[in-house]
Antibody, heavy 121, light 108 residues
């Protein structure tokens, strides 16, 4: 299993863009063996899948967020990133990066520790 | 979207008890269901995949069953370290995955 670590600003102003990075270790982000996902959890609430990137360029997003989200890969740094624009306080959450092995697609078997992002002026 | 409804939302049980949580899908998802355990301040951990397959390294007191729209998750003998919130997740409608709202398990 790969290891994942989120990083990025913990505070974002309303209407601005939330940007987070997930650093991958123990495996190559370009290997084609994994789908690289972002998942968020609102305080005290359940889990919401945001989207994934596969093989550095194929992406799919949750329809409810599709108009505001993008996920990209930086192969040179073995990282993938999340950008969510036009944020409101409803986007305040813990953001996790997670992976699905291509052989067990649909199952998130590796997770980062999570990054708390607060949207506030 | 496929909606996942877990029951109960909270549960209190004693050490050694058999604990069962249910998850109902809004449409047929075959066996495409996972169960996760989340302890406070931690990321979720995959316990069960394909409705009934135990993730390697997960204790055998955890089990899952079901198919179609109705699924159950069972802890055969509750241990103190099992205190957590448990989530189901469907992946039939992949890649639009959805989770249940969670079941918070406490020790009585």
């Amino acid at each position: 299993q790969v290891q994942l670590q989120e990083s990025g600003p913990g505070l974002v102003k309303p209407s601005q863009t939330l940007s987070l990075t997930c650093t991958v270790s123990g495996g190559s982000i370009s290997s084609g063996n994994y789908y690289w996902s972002w998942i968020r959890q609102h305080p005290g609430k359940g889990l919401e899948w945001i989207g994934y990137i596969y093989s550095t360029e194929s992406t799919y997003y949750n329809p409810s967020l599709r108009s505001r989200v993008s996920i990209s890969v930086d192969s040179s740094k073995n990282q993938f990133s999340l950008k969510l624009n036009s944020v409101t306080d409803a986007d305040s959450a813990v953001y996790y990066c997670a992976t699905e092995d291509t052989t067990t697609k649909g199952s998130f078997d590796s997770w980062g520790q999570g990054a708390l992002v607060t949207v506030s002026s | 979207d496929i909606q996942m409804t877990q029951s109960p939302s909270a549960l209190s049980a004693s050490v050694g008890d058999r604990v069962t949580i249910t998850c109902q899908a809004s449409q047929d998802i075959s066996k495409f269901l996972n169960w996760y355990q989340q302890k406070p301040g931690k990321a979720p951990k995959l316990l069960i995949y394909d409705a009934s397959s135990l993730q390697p390294g997960v204790p055998s007191r955890f089990s899952g069953s079901g198919s179609g729209t109705y699924f159950t998750f069972t802890i055969s003998s509750l241990q103190p370290e099992d205190i957590a919130t448990y989530y189901c997740q469907q992946y039939d409608n992949e890649p639009s995955y959805t989770f249940g709202q969670g079941t918070k398990l406490e020790i009585k």
